[in-house]
Nanobody, 132 residues
Framework: VQLQASGGGSVQPGGSLRLSCAASGGTFSSTTMAWFRQAPGEDREFVAAIRWRSGTSYATPSYAGSVKGRFTMSRDNAQNTVYLQMNALKPEDTAVYYC??????????????????????WGQGTQVTVSS
C-alpha cells in the first residue's frame, strides 16, 4: 500500500486545514487508517484513527485527547482516501502529519489503536505550521 498525504500548510491560531491521504495498491476498505504527528524533537504521536471491524464496517473514529472536539477524521472508500479536518488550530498542533495503514484484514483492538507498531504502511508526511 502506498500512502500520499497532502493538505498541510501554514495557518494562524484558530484557523483550519484539511489533510488528505490517498491510498493505492492495497485493499483500502478493509484497513484501519490513522493519523500521527511528529513535532521537532518529539516522538511521533497518535492523532486519530478509524478502526476497521469487518467487511465495510468501521468503528467510530478515535482521537487523542489533545485534539478531541477540534479534529475530525473521515474516510471515503470510493476515493481510497482518508481526511483529517483540523479546526481551532493551536501552535502546539505544529508538526509533520503522517497517515498510516495496517495490513488489510488485520484486526486491531481499541487499546492498541494508538501504537505505531500496529501500522505497516506510512505516508511521507505533510507539514502543518500554526503560528501568528
Amino acid at each position: 500500500v502506498q500512502l500520499q498525504a497532502s493538505g498541510g500548510g501554514s495557518v494562524q491560531p484558530g484557523g483550519s486545514l484539511r489533510l488528505s491521504c490517498a491510498a493505492s495498491g492495497g485493499t483500502f476498505s478493509s484497513t484501519t487508517m490513522a493519523w500521527f504527528r511528529q513535532a521537532p524533537g518529539e516522538d511521533r504521536e497518535f492523532v486519530a484513527a478509524i478502526r476497521w471491524r469487518s467487511g465495510t464496517s468501521y468503528a467510530t473514529p478515535s482521537y487523542a485527547g489533545s485534539v478531541k472536539g477540534r479534529f475530525t477524521m473521515s474516510r471515503d472508500n470510493a476515493q481510497n482516501t482518508v481526511y483529517l479536518q483540523m479546526n481551532a488550530l493551536k501552535p502546539e498542533d505544529t508538526a509533520v502529519y503522517y497517515c498510516a495503514a495496517t495490513k488489510p484484514y488485520r484486526g486491531i483492538i481499541l487499546s492498541q489503536l494508538s501504537s505505531r507498531l500496529e501500522y505497516e504502511h506510512w505516508g511521507q508526511g505533510t507539514q502543518v505550521t500554526v503560528s501568528s
